[in-house]
């Protein structure tokens, strides 16, 4: 990082363009600066959803802010990674990376995880509040459940049915590099013949984080969350979770598990209905 001249016309040498994958990496360091704690192959996995969702503003041809405005089909996107570098902040940086999202993701409807700080601020552009997810943290260990199978064994496309209603929209693009990344424990619940809940553990910079874990009652749930804990021996893990949802709450404090950070999920246009009571953790703050 050098030092960079600040002066009143800086916004308008700022240079906005979709980033490299190099330059997603950038902004994921900035995130796990922020606290974060973003996962080690999360770069790759986030350019899968939509490698033109992911933007870089340049200063003297150095990264000063980014945002990600990743498409999924005509009709939803969902916007993250709205960070500008500490040392260059208040200089109207933010205001022109918002354009540039909003020209790609258009007229669809838009849902983000904001941090609580500016909710206030995300109103202003449209965003109404529906509820807040709470991360919340514990350490791994325990015995594995019996009760669950392989992710890979299961037909893809079956899964990517599975997730459509309780995410929003399909997203098989960015599910087939999420299950299948660098040290991932990814299970599923087959009962009846049919798939009735599956989870994702990834690696992050600390400990790991589950999400998705999405399950058809509370006890399918608690067998995909022992199974990934059960991976993660003696480390933390992390789960961030719908308030809305009382099961999942209560399958958190069970494990011994404390709340460490929240967001606001928001959203402009129409909000999808999702069957919260199925959500046990949310996939990705960045991507919803």
Known sequence: MTSLTMDASAKDKLVVRVATVDELGIAIKWAAQEGWNPGRNDAKCFCAADPEGFYVGLLDGEPVATI???????????????????DVRMHGFGLKMRRAATRHMGSRTVGLDGVLAQE????????TSQYHNIRYEGVGGGEASKDVVPLSGI????????????????????????????????????KGGGLRGYGVMRP????????PLFADD???????????????????????????????????????????FQT??????????????????????ELG
């Open 218 to 260: 509370e006890a399918i749930a608690e067998s995909l969350f022992a199974a990934m804990a059960s991976r993660a021996s003696a480390e933390p893990i992390f789960l961030d979770l719908p308030e809305t949802s009382p099961a999942a709450l209560a399958l958190a404090r069970r494990h011994g598990m404390q709340p460490v």
């Open 204 to 211: 992050c910079e600390r400990g790991f984080k589950i999400g």
């Open 155 to 190: 037909e893809f496309e079956r899964l990517v049915a599975y997730d459509a209603p309780l995410f929003a929209v399909r997203r098989p693009k960015f599910l087939r590099a999420w299950i299948d990344q660098p040290g991932a424990t990814a299970v599923a619940a087959i």
């Open 264 to 285: 606001v999920r928001m959203y402009s246009g129409e909000a999808p209905q999702l069957p919260l009571n199925q959500i046990y953790g949310v996939t990705t703050f």
């Open 68 to 86: 990600s405005a990743v498409v999924y089909d005509d009709s939803f996107a969902f916007a993250g990674f709205y960070i500008t570098r500490p």
């Open 120 to 127: 206030a601020s995300y109103r202003k552009y449209g965003f």
